[in-house]
């Protein structure tokens, strides 16, 4: 066979394949490409719909990224919520988001403090001779700037108290206080406590307590507190009006209040925060009058009378229920002198009394 097809020649079949493999190459490598695109196109849009559309056949869509075509008219809200559903919407909780009370700030009281200034009570209680107990203004500062706005000097007070009698018997103590005051607004710059005490009352308690109170301004105090040789530094946000105890008493003697008003403020004695309250009742008697206010020529018929209550709260002003309310009673006159000529206060175990027995007279010349 091989013979016969040597000697016939090439045969016409094998010639033409021969011929048009190169067309048939180029054919098929295009045929491929084009197949290959069709199965990549294929792919890209079977993922596409594999991302918007989920495994669960649950017909929700990923949202676009672009911005709609057509704007959505809005809707009318849905109607409000009823039953279980209303209570978690607006649950009956307080809310914790507690804010500073907006108290006013206490009128201007240096118009009536003046240089050289000195009180001096006799202190009773229960009836019996307790102590002694003195304030004053010493000594007046000029702001180096000048007066206000450029600068504002300042006032020192100081007071002392001091007990005697049966209760030193138990225990003797001596409380010393100073303090700055603005001379122009009558706010606290800065404040010294020192107290001293002695005797049986004191055992297993600290015998001196020096606590200094920086008065920081917008109600930002700061204060150290030393018991012995232990010292505590805080840091507190107290009402913008908060006086220390010599301030406040000069605050409320000062006041001029008709029958039936009434002021507040606050008032920070060593750490305890306290509101203090005071309501004009006019004209009062005051039985016995002391007898330096005789010689200083006070008429019964002069005297006037300040109801005040102290209560124990916290920086929002709100009062500790496991405290007790104090009241107390200042006897004042109206005239330029602003004498305060007794406070009555009622403790736990019975009143406390200040009776006026010295009055000095503002130094010649004073401001």
């Given at each position: 066979?091989?013979?016969?097809?040597?000697?016939?020649?090439?045969?016409?079949?094998?010639?033409?394949?021969?011929?048009?493999?190169?067309?048939?190459?180029?054919?098929?490598?295009?045929?491929?490409?084009?197949?290959?695109?069709?199965?990549?196109?294929?792919?890209?849009?079977?993922?596409?719909?594999?991302?918007?559309?989920?495994?669960?056949?649950?017909?929700?869509?990923?949202?676009?990224?672009?911005?709609?075509?057509?704007?959505?008219?809005?809707?009318?809200?849905?109607?409000?919520?009823?039953?279980?559903?209303?209570?978690?919407?607006?649950?009956?909780?307080?809310?914790?988001?507690?804010?500073?009370?907006?108290?006013?700030?206490?009128?201007?009281?240096?118009?009536?403090?003046?240089?050289?200034?000195?009180?001096?009570?006799?202190?009773?209680?229960?009836?019996?001779?307790?102590?002694?107990?003195?304030?004053?203004?010493?000594?007046?500062?000029?702001?180096?700037?000048?007066?206000?706005?450029?600068?504002?000097?300042?006032?020192?007070?100081?007071?002392?108290?001091?007990?005697?009698?049966?209760?030193?018997?138990?225990?003797?103590?001596?409380?010393?206080?100073?303090?700055?005051?603005?001379?122009?607004?009558?706010?606290?710059?800065?404040?010294?406590?020192?107290?001293?005490?002695?005797?049986?009352?004191?055992?297993?308690?600290?015998?001196?307590?020096?606590?200094?109170?920086?008065?920081?301004?917008?109600?930002?105090?700061?204060?150290?507190?030393?018991?012995?040789?232990?010292?505590?530094?805080?840091?507190?946000?107290?009402?913008?009006?908060?006086?220390?105890?010599?301030?406040a008493m000069a605050w409320v003697r000062s006041l001029d209040l008709d029958d039936g008003?009434?002021?507040?403020?606050?008032?920070?004695?060593?750490?305890?925060?306290?509101?203090?309250?005071?309501?004009?009742?006019?004209?009062?008697?005051?039985?016995?009058?002391?007898?330096?206010?005789?010689?200083?020529?006070?008429?019964?018929?002069?005297?006037?009378?300040?109801?005040?209550?102290?209560?124990?709260?916290?920086?929002?002003?709100?009062?500790?229920?496991?405290?007790?309310?104090?009241?107390?009673?200042?006897?004042?006159?109206?005239?330029?002198?602003?004498?305060?000529?007794?406070?009555?206060?009622?403790?736990?175990?019975?009143?406390?009394?200040?009776?006026?027995?010295?009055?000095?007279?503002?130094?010649?010349?004073?401001?």
């Amino acid at each position: 066979m091989l013979a016969v097809g040597l000697l016939l020649g090439p045969s016409p079949a094998v010639g033409a394949t021969a011929t048009a493999t190169p067309r048939d190459q180029t054919q098929i490598a295009r045929q491929s490409r084009e197949e290959a695109r069709q199965r990549a196109a294929q792919r890209v849009n079977t993922d596409e719909r594999s991302l918007r559309h989920s495994s669960r056949d649950d017909a929700s869509r990923i949202p676009r990224t672009t911005s709609p075509t057509v704007q959505v008219t809005p809707q009318p809200s849905r109607e409000p919520v009823v039953g279980w559903g209303a209570a978690l919407a607006e649950p009956a909780f307080s809310d914790r988001r507690r804010r500073l009370p907006l108290a006013p700030i206490p009128a201007p009281y240096t118009q009536a403090l003046h240089v050289g200034e000195r009180f001096v009570f006799d202190v009773y209680f229960a009836g019996n001779p307790a102590g002694l107990a003195e304030a004053g203004v010493v000594e007046y500062v000029a702001d180096p700037r000048g007066e206000p706005p450029q600068g504002s000097g300042k006032f020192l007070l100081e007071g002392r108290a001091v007990t005697s009698g049966v209760i030193s018997l138990l225990s003797s103590m001596e409380d010393q206080l100073s303090c700055w005051v603005d001379a122009d607004s009558g706010a606290v710059i800065t404040s010294v406590n020192i107290l001293d005490r002695s005797g049986f009352g004191t055992a297993g308690k600290f015998k001196k307590r020096v606590t200094e109170t920086d008065f920081e301004g917008r109600g930002h105090i700061r204060i150290v507190d030393a018991k012995d040789a232990k010292a505590t530094k805080i840091t507190r946000q107290v009402p913008r009006d908060t006086f220390d105890p010599l301030s406040a008493m000069a605050w409320v003697r000062s006041l001029d209040l008709d029958d039936g008003e009434t002021v507040s403020a606050h008032v920070l004695d060593g750490k305890a925060l306290l509101k203090v309250e005071v309501r004009g009742r006019g004209r009062a008697k005051l039985d016995p009058l002391p007898s330096v206010a005789q010689g200083l020529g006070v008429r019964p018929d002069e005297v006037y009378l300040l109801e005040g209550t102290l209560s124990r709260v916290d920086r929002y002003g709100v009062a500790h229920e496991d405290t007790r309310k104090y009241s107390f009673r200042a006897y004042v006159t109206r005239d330029e002198r602003r004498l305060l000529l007794a406070i009555e206060t009622d403790m736990w175990l019975g009143v406390l009394k200040l009776v006026l027995n010295r009055y000095d007279p503002p130094h010649h010349g004073a401001d």
